[in-house]
């Protein structure tokens, strides 16, 4: 045996259960406690979710944020240093402006509410000529080239639109181009302007084309009433008429506003200040559409027909002085000024001065039974011809001698009764003169209406020292002195008033803008001779109408007593200052026994056919009468004419 243990065999120990996956590798030391061992079929618990470090992505965003404040300091920096000079110009395209807010026109409506006078929306359009140059457009012509664009649309000169886009003052800012234009013409404007717009490489010469709200002025009618009412010109105001009579009260007040504006355009948050404008008044006239289309229409076909230079019809209420038509031929339209004859603008009813003729001897009629000089019964002895101071007077027939009634002398239209008849108002000639006069003063002649039109003439009457030898025997019979066609009716009118004169009145009333209907002022009224008077006055103008031996038969209408008297004067040629042609008319008024209605007619120089005053307003009297009397609703009265006598047996 050797002395060497063999070799020990070693015996492996027994293999530990594997451990949990995740568990701690860690040897239990002295007097630990013995690892417990998952019980079998027992899952494992997960080990909980570990959140990264939030400090990187803090550090992200601040740089981020560092970054955008950067650039705004740049961007500070580049604004007030680098290009300080640069946005100072460009913020002087910046600032307040000032613009007128036109107020709305007031209408024009007649006794009915018929509109005659109306304001439609319209524009007027404007520019800013600082939006034309070339450091806005980069171009050198933008002024040509708008101009161009506009002259057709706006109806006006390219040159005088390029003056206006390019002006002297290259500080302007404000230019207008055209005034009042329709809703149409802005729409094409605009259609252009944003055409401009949306092509790319195109400067844009329209942009700083803008519109400011406006009206425009239109009269429904055409030229119905147009000398009654006148006209609007360019600048808004009224130029003739009513319109311009009654300017103040239709314009209303013009309001403003102010705003900034950058580029033409306003700037909604640099805020703004607004004066509201006020709306004008309405006008409400006296006129009677229909009675005016039936007097124009009546008057403009005898001035055609006749040749003449013109004609006019007045229509006048007998108990109120309101006047219920006032023609003219010819006329004018007032939606079109362009084409009108200058000659025929303004209202010649009341403008023209003319010696009225054998209508005027009603005033002459009425100042001989006033003073009880006569009665219509009186009898006048009338020779063919009658020499008095340096001329030789006639009728305007020839005839043998006429023994006559006062009446007779009206009824027949006699020159020489009626100078016989007047010399009987005093017990000289010079005396004579002198009542006749006061009375034609009575009348109004000589004195402006009291309408107030624009351009209406009070004619002319000298006073009686200083009436010529011929005109203390003309003037009886209507030559000698002048008036205007208003002035002439309104003298049938005070018969027909039982002897008061009415101041003739246009106007019914006004609303304002609130609707308040305030009416006219009562009219003035004066007693110029008696009822008594004024009725026998009457009764004397039947003779005119109804027996045949008056010269107004052509103005008869079945069924009513009418009153009235011809005319057939000599005219003053206001060419050549010369008697040259006539004045025909006629005046009277209806029923004559209880009167309603007045109407007067008067032609200038008719050079076709007739020029006596029965024979070519005679008809226009009794179409013009009988459409009013229809319009109005007059019934006759039924009563029997007077049928005083015309001439008597010696």
């Keep these: ?50 959140l990264g470090s939030p400090r990187p992505r803090l550090r992200l965003v601040g740089l981020a944020l560092g970054l955008v404040l950067l650039t705004f300091v740049v961007r500070l920096f580049q604004v007030q240093a680098v290009q300080a000079g640069t946005y100072t110009a460009k913020a002087e395209q910046n600032r307040y402006v000032v613009h007128t807010l036109t107020a709305e026109r007031g209408g024009i409506t007649d006794r009915n509410g018929v509109s005659l006078a109306v304001s439609e929306d319209a524009y007027d359009i404007t520019a800013d000529p600082t939006m034309f140059g070339p450091e806005q457009l980069k171009i050198t012509d933008g002024p040509e080239r708008a101009a161009a664009l506009l002259a057709p649309i706006l109806g006006q000169d390219q040159a005088a639109l390029v003056k206006k886009l390019r002006p002297a003052d290259k500080n302007s800012r404000y230019t207008r181009l055209a005034t009042r234009q329709t809703p149409q013409v802005w729409k094409q404007i605009k259609d252009l302007k944003s055409a401009l717009a949306q092509k790319t490489g195109t400067a844009n010469v329209l942009a700083g084309v803008f519109a400011d709200p406006s009206s425009q002025r239109v009269y429904p009618n055409g030229d119905l009433a147009a000398g009654i009412l006148g006209w609007v010109n360019a600048a808004g105001q009224g130029g003739g008429g009513i319109e311009q009579m009654l300017d103040k009260q239709l314009a209303g007040k013009n309001g403003k506003i102010r705003y900034a504006q950058s580029g033409g355009r306003e700037v909604p948050t640099a805020g703004s200040a607004e004066t509201p404008a006020v709306p004008g008044s309405d006008v409400e006239l006296t006129i009677d559409r229909d009675i005016q289309w039936a007097a124009q229409n009546a008057i403009t076909e005898q001035v055609k027909k006749s040749k003449a230079d013109r004609g006019y019809v007045v229509v006048q209420d007998t108990r109120t002085g309101q006047i219920l038509a006032l023609a003219n031929s010819p006329g004018f339209d007032p939606n079109d000024l362009s084409k009108a004859d200058p000659g025929a603008l303004g209202n010649a009813a009341l403008q023209d001065a ?82 006749l006069y006061s009375y034609l003063r009575k009348f109004g002649i000589g004195s402006h209406t009291g309408l107030h039109f624009p351009g209406e003439t009070p004619g002319i009457l000298a006073p009686p020292q200083k009436w010529s030898t011929s005109q203390q025997y003309t003037i009886p019979f209507g030559q000698g002195f002048s008036i205007n066609a208003l002035q002439a009716a309104s003298v049938y009118s005070t018969i027909a008033n039982d002897g008061v004169r009415i101041q003739p009145t246009l106007i019914r009333g006004t609303k304002g803008p609130d609707g308040r209907f305030t009416p006219a002022p009562k009219p003035e009224e004066t007693r110029v001779v008696s009822a008594k008077t004024a009725k026998t006055v009457a009764e004397m103008l039947e003779s005119v109408v109804d027996d045949e031996q008056g010269t107004g038969i052509s103005a008869r209408i079945p069924g009513y007593n009418v009153a009235g008297k011809t005319g057939t004067a000599n005219r003053v040629d206001p060419a050549t200052g010369r008697y040259r042609g006539y004045t025909s008319s006629f005046a009277g008024f209806a029923p004559a026994d209880k009167p309603r209605i007045t109407v007067y007619c008067a032609i200038q ?42 001439t008597y047996k010696p």
């Excluded at 340096?390 to 043998?400: C, E, I, K, P, S």
């Excluded at 005679?618 to 009013?628: H, L, R, S, T």
């Design 354 to 435: 003319y010696e009225p003729g054998s209508t005027a001897k009603v005033m002459s009629m009425a100042a001989v039974l006033q003073e009880n000089a006569a009665t219509p019964l009186t009898h006048v002895v009338v020779p063919n011809r009658l020499h008095r101071g340096d001329r030789l007077f006639q009728d305007d027939v020839d005839h043998a001698t006429w023994n006559l009634t006062l009446n007779g002398v009206l009824a027949k239209s006699s020159n020489i009764g009626t100078i016989l008849a007047t010399g009987q108002l005093g017990k000289t000639q010079p005396e004579a003169n002198k009542v």
């Design 1 to 50: 045996m050797s002395d060497r243990e063999p070799p020990r065999r070693r015996v492996p120990a027994p293999a530990k259960p594997p451990r949990p996956r995740g568990a701690a590798q860690r040897q239990p030391g002295p007097g630990a406690r013995p690892v417990r061992r998952p019980a079998a079929g027992r899952v494992p618990a997960q080990r909980p979710l570990r």
């Design 605 to 646: 120089n008719a050079t076709s056919g007739g020029y006596f005053g029965g024979q070519i307003c005679g008809p226009i009297y009794k179409k013009v009468m009988e459409f009013a009397l229809k319009t109005l609703q007059v019934p006759p009265t039924g009563a029997p004419p007077a049928n005083l006598p015309v």
